[in-house]
């Protein structure tokens, strides 16, 4: 039951895939390596969030529940968290924060990141992992793009440069992405160029050293939290209502769905309704480890 349960978030991380174009590039075993690494080697987690949509000039929904999602859950395993976005989702992701009880240090950042920005926030806050959830990754020529091939580099501030840092400094990187265009999603590259359209384009160059695919990027970072939950032996993820509620503030404070470009309470084309059953589904999971454990008084081993 115990190995058998990251198989079953991984089923679950794998919905809505076939329509991303990347359930081929699928990668098995991240999600159990990527917790094993927070949980076992984390002191202070950077987590970046936010990808703009440039037409409506804000921050999408996908991304910072996710974010707020995985800071919550750090914080309760006793880590520190930094959470960093930019101008176009700080209040975005602020509100979410508010909701879920998240007392987190939150960077709000209005321009490019450089490497002695990069080097002096690695400096104070001393990181052991930086991890990019749903967060615009540069492409092989500089620039940042959306799925659609929208080039957004003329508005979003990019912080490749502060994963290209971590990784000379030893600090684990991590991705949650869903479209080839996020951060750390470099480590599939050649599928983004086969599958997915403009990929060769829009492809982010860098490469994470663990990278969750997911249909959905909130998805993969609530499977994360899972993940974790499954290994420390108790239940990190937030409620159903929590999660409405999250929502419910992103929009009043501008989201807007990265798919239709509307200010609606949905993430990627999907409604609340779909988004709370993969939520519900993930919470199920850890439920029945968690109960197995119990009963057969077996130790939660990584």
């Not at 499977?223 to 499954?230: F, G």
């Amino acid at each position: 039951m115990y190995c058998d349960s990251f198989k079953y978030l991984e089923e679950l991380l794998m919905n809505n895939m076939e329509h991303r174009g990347l359930k081929k590039a699928f990668l098995k075993g991240q999600l159990k390596k990527a917790a094993e690494s927070m949980l076992l080697e984390g002191e202070t987690i950077i987590i970046v969030t936010g990808f703009v949509v440039k037409d409506a000039a804000m921050g999408e929904t996908d991304g910072p529940i996710g974010a707020v999602s995985l800071a919550g859950a750090l914080e309760q395993l006793g880590k520190k968290v930094v959470l960093i976005t930019d101008i176009f989702s700080g209040n975005i992701l602020k509100s979410c924060a508010d909701v879920r009880g998240v007392k987190s240090t939150i960077q709000v950042i209005n321009d490019d990141i450089n490497k002695q920005y990069a080097q002096d926030i690695f400096n104070i806050y001393k990181p052991s992992h930086i991890i990019a959830i749903e967060r615009p990754g540069k492409a092989l020529n500089g620039k940042c793009y959306s799925a659609r091939g929208e080039d957004i580099s003329d508005i979003v501030p990019m912080m490749d440069v502060l994963f290209e840092e971590a990784e000379k400094a030893g600090i684990k990187t991590i991705a949650v992405g869903d479209g080839g265009n996020e951060i750390g999603m470099g480590r599939i590259r050649p599928y983004v160029i086969e599958l997915i359209p403009n990929g060769e384009l829009i492809g982010a160059s860098f490469a994470s050293d663990f990278l969750i695919v997911a249909g959905v990027s909130n998805w993969g970072a609530h499977a994360l939290v899972a993940a974790l939950s499954i290994l420390a032996g108790k239940n990190l993820l937030h409620d159903t209502n929590t999660e409405k509620l999250m929502l419910q503030k992103m929009v009043e404070a501008g989201a807007v769905d990265g798919n239709t470009k509307k200010k609606a309470m949905t993430v990627d084309g999907f409604s609340l309704e779909q988004n709370l059953k993969i939520l519900m589904a993930l919470k199920y999971v850890v439920q029945k480890v968690t109960e197995y454990v119990n009963n057969e008084h077996v130790p939660a081993k990584i």
